[in-house]
């Protein structure tokens, strides 16, 4: 018969160790290296994806359309073009206020009629052509048409208080912009037009001269022109204001249709069949009692 394996026994400092007391040691050492390999790891991993969330983060944003040459646009045009813009947009009423004494505007219903066939057929389209086209020859750097245009919309406004009224808009936009988000662009553009800058045609240059699209720029005028011909509707009338969002809400594919006529138009194109808007604007200088400055 084999022999007994001899186990080895010894005593350091008292304490017997034996091979399985060596075994334990060892399996102990290999499982506390493990966990702390792992931990280290996980704490590899977890830095390591700091930068990958941030790298997936831009990525959605991107997939939005969102950049921020885009998010700067959306910025300023949501400024520029907001009620608390210093234009003085509150004090006009593009004779509106005529209409409301003569009995043409006289609920929601009427004030929808009206400010549609102005927006599309009237000086709400006139205004968006001449801002497309301001726009187009500022980023052409066509120095030329852009006098000519700045004239041209000055020369084409129907009656003197509506001339006041764009005229006003225009210089308050002009002056306000430059002295905010002034550029190289914008001063050398307003060196082209020395005379009268009506309110289409500033919003179009200073747009221009930063760089911002055209389509957000011509919608988000579009919709700053109807909301406050509305918002004198419904002082005038008066309306609730769950009305007048609703007339807005009604002439949303107004301001959509003439934002896209307007951009697709040329100077030829221009024209108005809203008479009675422009009489309104005309009866209006001599109104007994008057609430707007047009």
Avoid at 61 to 79: H, I, P, Q, S, V
Avoid at 80 to 107: H, K, Q, T
């Amino acid at each position: 018969m084999p022999a007994a394996p001899m186990v080895m026994r010894m005593k350091v400092r008292g304490i017997t160790i034996t091979p399985a007391t060596i075994m334990r040691t060892t399996t102990r050492i290999i499982t506390t290296t493990i966990i702390i390999a792992t931990t280290i790891t996980g704490i590899t991993s977890t830095t390591t994806a700091t930068p990958m969330l941030m790298t997936t983060a831009n990525s959605e944003r991107a997939n939005l359309g969102m950049t921020d040459a885009e998010a700067a646009a959306l910025y300023r045009l949501m400024t520029w073009l907001s009620p608390a813009f210093p234009v003085g947009a509150f004090s006009y009423s593009s004779g509106i206020e005529w209409a409301v004494e003569a009995g043409d505007i006289r609920d929601a219903a009427s004030l929808e009629n009206w400010l549609a066939t102005m927006l599309a057929e009237g000086s709400g389209f006139c205004d968006a052509v001449f801002l497309a086209r301001t726009h187009r020859a500022v980023q052409a750097g066509d120095d030329g048409d852009l006098r000519d245009i700045c004239e041209l919309a000055s020369a084409f406004v129907p009656s003197r208080e509506r001339l006041l009224e764009t005229s006003s808009q225009g210089r308050a936009f002009i002056e306000t912009a430059r002295a905010a988000w002034s550029c190289d662009a914008l001063a050398y553009a307003l060196a082209q037009c020395p005379g009268i800058i009506v309110y289409p045609v500033a919003v179009g240059l200073v747009s221009a001269a930063h760089d911002i699209p055209l389509p957000p720029t011509m919608h988000a005028f579009l919709h700053a022109l109807i909301s406050n011909w509305i918002s004198a509707g419904a002082r005038l009338i008066p309306l609730g204001q769950t009305d007048s969002q609703r007339v807005l809400a009604a002439l949303e594919p107004v301001v959509s249709g003439t934002a896209q006529r307007a951009m697709g138009a040329t100077l030829d194109d221009l024209g108005s069949v809203t008479f009675r808007a422009d009489i309104a604007s005309l009866r209006h200088e001599t109104q007994y009692t008057r609430l707007f400055r047009s």
